[in-house]
């Protein structure tokens, strides 16, 4: 059973940085869709980016130009880089990890792996 532990969580002001990791285990993150989502309170869960096996990325546009994703395939980790936050940014962020034979979307619809989440909280 694929594990993601995610850590980086916490509580900024707006304009600031926070940067979220996540732990892979029991896979190769390089071989796997991997992607960070987010669900603010009673809003359904979002994609926020994601990046292939080919390391081919995708943004919402909500996030594009302020939050960067990217691997490390020699630690199998995910990281979520977010710059300028804004307050509309609060919400729990999960990794998610996809089997590479689905799509790399931004929709949870293939995602086969979740992590616990970590809070993030953005104030103005």
């Known amino acids: 059973q694929v594990q993601l532990v995610e850590s980086g969580g916490g509580s900024v002001q707006a304009g600031g940085s926070l940067r979220l990791s996540c732990a892979v285990s029991?896979?190769?993150?390089?071989?796997?869709?991997m992607g960070w989502f987010r669900q603010a309170p009673g809003k359904e869960r979002e994609g926020v980016a994601t990046?292939?096996?080919?390391?081919?990325?995708l943004y919402a546009d909500s996030v594009k130009g302020r939050f960067t994703i990217s691997r490390d395939n020699a630690k199998n980790t995910l990281s979520l880089q977010m710059n300028s936050l804004k307050p509309e940014d609060t919400a729990m962020y999960f990794c998610?990890?996809?089997?590479?034979?689905?799509?790399?979307?931004?929709?949870?619809?293939?995602?086969?792996?979740w992590g616990q989440g970590t809070q993030v909280t953005v104030s103005s």
């Open positions: 990046i292939d096996s080919d390391g081919v990325s």
């Open positions: 029991r896979a190769t993150v390089s071989n796997y869709c």
């Open positions: 998610a990890a996809s089997l590479s034979l689905f799509p790399c979307t931004l929709s949870a619809t293939y995602v086969g792996y």
